[in-house]
Structures are given as structure tokens and as C-alpha cells.
């Protein structure tokens, strides 16, 4: 998560360059070409069966293609600040999502993690120095006011999808290991978005993309397509999906300190705080439960 953060930072210049179905297909493309050697199934895996294809092609159509589409459009008809606040919402809907599917149980510690992760993405996204002038409101945003419903209803729609992700990424590791249930679902993501990504590279003018751009763009696809799918399907194979769902805070942490680091952007003592509340439950949710009743104690 904390890969994810960074890169999503990192893409800023990427999206104002490509369109983000052609960027989007060349990412599946790119980090599918570094995969192929991952797609040859090992000698200990069982075969895939009707229902491992149907888990492998919802887990990229729901976290890859539909997520990208909801969350875009999600953030285009309400705003960043709204968009925050709701995707706090991912850590409790994947220990939803784990409980009615998976029949995890979750703790009370796990619980606390979830409500310190929830709190803390949603404190930093409401003390964003643009909230103000959102809160405010400009002749624009009143003329697309009626469409703020549905754009929150896309962003709920992307939290839901994220947590599917989680909880079905969770289900195929009991099966199959994370390097190839990474390369499978790239490559359903390439077959998701090729024909918008054909469309669009056939208008599209590769010649004006500067080096320094493809050189991020390849970056981007390997952390996107690769790193982070294999670190996450190798860290849900050991825990539940439930106290997985806790470290999506990394991300926006990582994300705000690239952009501090790389991108000269600065953070309110608000925001602070608000990682502060984030990061504790990500301790939380890693701490053993002797360690966190030592610290009770020692509080």
C-alpha cells in the first residue's frame, strides 16, 4: 500500500500526458510482458477450475477496470475532498465483506484498527486546504449539483469494489500462489481495457512523449501491475482480509509524503494528526495481542 501511495503520486504527470484508458492499457500491456515467465503454472498448484477463472476475472474486473471507472468518474462529479472521506470507508467494508463471505471473525483490537484507519483518512481528507473552497462552492459546482448524488454513488461503488478485491484476493490465495494470481488478473485487466486502449492509441501522438515519460510510465506499470499485486496476494495468504484492509491507510500516507518529498506540497497540523490516527491502526493491527495489552498497561 505504501508502493501504491507513492506511485499514485508519482502518475500525476503520466495522466496529464495519456488518456487514462490508453494509460491504463499500457500498463496492463508493460507489465504483462514481465510476467509471462509467472503465468506457467507450478508443478504443486491444482488446475484451474470454472469457478478459479470466474474468482481470477472478477478480482480484475472489479478491482482494476470497474474500480478505475468509478473512482474517476466518482471524484469528476463530486470532489477530491468528498472522495477521501468515502474511501475511508475501504477498511470496514473489506472486514464486511470478509465476515459475510470468508466467515472471519474480527476482534475487538481489529475493530479499534478499522476505526482509527476510518477516522484518520477521513480527518485528512476534510482538513485539505481546498475543503474550504469546496465547502464554499463555485457557480460551476452549484450548476452540477444534482450530479453529486450519483457521483457519490460511484465513489461507494468504488470502496465496494476495492474491498471485493481484498476479500476475493484473499479466497484465490487458498488455491494459487501470489505470482500467478498476479499475472492472471493482468491479464484480464489487458483484455478489459483493449479495445479503448486500441481506440484511443490509434488517435493518439506517441512521438510527442517525452523520454523522461515512458521512463515513469514503465516505473508505473511495474508497481501497479506487478510489485504491488505480488506484495499484497503474498501478505493476504498470512493474514485475514479484515486486518489487510487496515493497511490501505499506507496509501494515502505514502502518497502525501512523495508529495511533500518529491513534489514540494506541504501538510496542516490537522493532517498530522490525522496520519497519527491512521498509523496507529495500522499498529493495531500488526501488534501481537500480549504487545497491545503491554501497552494498555504501560498507558
Known amino acids: 500500500m505504501a508502493l501504491v501511495g507513492s506511485y499514485v503520486a508519482l502518475s500525476k504527470p503520466l495522466a496529464a500526458v495519456l488518456p487514462v484508458f ?45 474500480f478505475t471507472i468509478c473512482m474517476i468518474y466518482g471524484v469528476s462529479m463530486t470532489d477530491a475532498v468528498s472522495a477521501g472521506v468515502t474511501m475511508a470507508a475501504i477498511p470496514a467494508a473489506v472486514a464486511l465483506m470478509g465476515w459475510v463471505f470468508l466467515k472471519e471473525r474480527i476482534t475487538p483490537r481489529i475493530w479499534s484498527a478499522i476505526l482509527c484507519a476510518v477516522v484518520g483518512i477521513a480527518l485528512f481528507s476534510l482538513a485539505k486546504p481546498d475543503a474550504a473552497a469546496h465547502a464554499g462552492g463555485s457557480t460551476l459546482t452549484r450548476e452540477a449539483g444534482h450530479l453529486a448524488w450519483m457521483g457519490q454513488l460511484l465513489l461507494v461503488g468504488a470502496v465496494l469494489c ?11 490465495t487458498g488455491t494459487l500462489g501470489p505470482k500467478r494470481i498476479t499475472s492472471l488478473i493482468n491479464v484480464w485487466g489487458f483484455v478489459l481495457t483493449t479495445p479503448c486502449g486500441v481506440y484511443l492509441a490509434l488517435h493518439f501522438d506517441f512521438a510527442a512523449v517525452g ?18 499485486v505480488w506484495l499484497w496476494m503474498t501478505g493476504l495468504k498470512a493474514v485475514p482480509a479484515a486486518q489487510g484492509g487496515v493497511f490501505t491507510v499506507m496509501l494515502p500516507v505514502s502518497a502525501a509524503t512523495v508529495g511533500m518529498v518529491v513534489l514540494g506540497e506541504t501538510l496542516t497540523p490537522v493532517q498530522v494528526l490525522a496520519f497519527a490516527i491512521a ?17 494498555r498497561g504501560k498507558a
Open 22 to 66: 490508453l494509460l491504463a492499457w499500457l500498463r496492463f500491456g508493460i507489465g504483462g510482458l514481465a510476467m509471462l515467465h509467472w503465468l506457467k503454472k507450478p508443478q504443486d498448484e491444482p488446475p484451474l477450475t470454472p469457478g478459479t477463472h470466474r474468482l481470477l476475472f472478477l478480482e480484475s474486473f472489479l478491482g482494476n477496470f470497474l
Open 162 to 172: 476495492e474491498a471485493a478485491y481484498t476479500v476475493i484476493g484473499k479466497k484465490l
Open 211 to 228: 523520454v523522461g515519460t515512458w521512463l515513469l510510465l514503465v516505473f508505473y506499470a511495474m508497481a501497479a501491475c506487478m510489485w504491488t
Open 279 to 295: 498509523l496507529a491502526g495500522v499498529l493495531l493491527a500488526t501488534l501481537p495481542p500480549t504487545a497491545t495489552w503491554r501497552l
